[in-house]
């Protein structure tokens, strides 16, 4: 399991801190979240304000193609390390 990042989202980068494993990369529109290293905390969805993080399964139907989007995005865009 992982948590997705919405097209809502503003790449205000809020949540980067939050994260404990650097999970986020950087797409040309929104941050995306790599579902290999996600650990489940869930302490982005909180820093987020648009709320454009979501937990997996509770993803709306209709956005199941973002959780496709965060995957193959996450291979090849930069990673963010929050600590710079
Ligand atoms: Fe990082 Fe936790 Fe958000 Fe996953 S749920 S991206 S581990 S802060």
Known sequence: M?????PACTKC????NACPVNAFHESEHILVI?????IDC?????ECPPQA???????????QASLIFNA????????IDAAM
């Open 42 to 46: 869930g302490a982005c969805t909180a």
């Open 53 to 63: 993080i979501v937990y997996e399964d509770d993803l709306p139907e209709d956005a």
């Open 13 to 16: 980068q809020a949540c980067l």
């Open 34 to 38: 790599n579902p290999e290293v996600c």
């Open 72 to 79: 193959r995005q996450a291979k090849h865009c930069p990673l």
């Open 2 to 6: 992982t948590h997705v990042v919405l």
